[in-house]
Nanobody, 116 residues
Framework: QVQLVESGGGLVQPGGSLRLSCAASRSIFDFNIMGWYRQAPGKERELVVVITRGGITTYADSVKGRFTISRDNAKNAVFLQMNSLKPDDTAVYYC??????????WGQGTQVIVSS
């Protein structure tokens, strides 16, 4: 069974930064795609950014230039560096992984609140 554990959320002021981590229970290269999604109160879950095994990234327009996804193969982890945070970035952030055969795994989520 695959486990994804997010961490790094919290309360930050507008303009601030946070770094989210997603630790996987197996090599991240077992997954075709990994990424981050978010869900704000009363809204549907939406894509933030995904990265393919080959390193191709796709960002939501709303976070381009502010958020950066990275990965550490040795730690079986992916990260989301979030800069210039806005109140609209407030949401629960989820890590997602997709294996060959379309098996999809989600983490439990980490709360990000951007407020003064």
């Amino acid at each position: 069974q695959v486990q994804l554990v997010e961490s790094g959320g919290g309360l930050v002021q507008p303009g601030g930064s946070l770094r989210l981590s997603c630790a996987a229970s197996r090599s991240i290269f077992d997954f075709n795609i990994m990424g981050w999604y978010r869900q704000a109160p009363g809204k549907e879950r939406e894509l933030v950014v995904v990265i393919t095994r080959g390193g191709i990234t796709t960002y939501a327009d709303s976070v381009k230039g502010r958020f950066t996804i990275s990965r550490d193969n040795a730690k079986n982890a992916v990260f989301l560096q979030m800069n210039s945070l806005k109140p609209d970035d407030t949401a629960v952030y989820y890590c997602k992984a997709v294996r060959a055969g379309s098996s999809v795994y989600w983490g439990q989520g980490t709360q990000v609140i951007v407020s003064s």
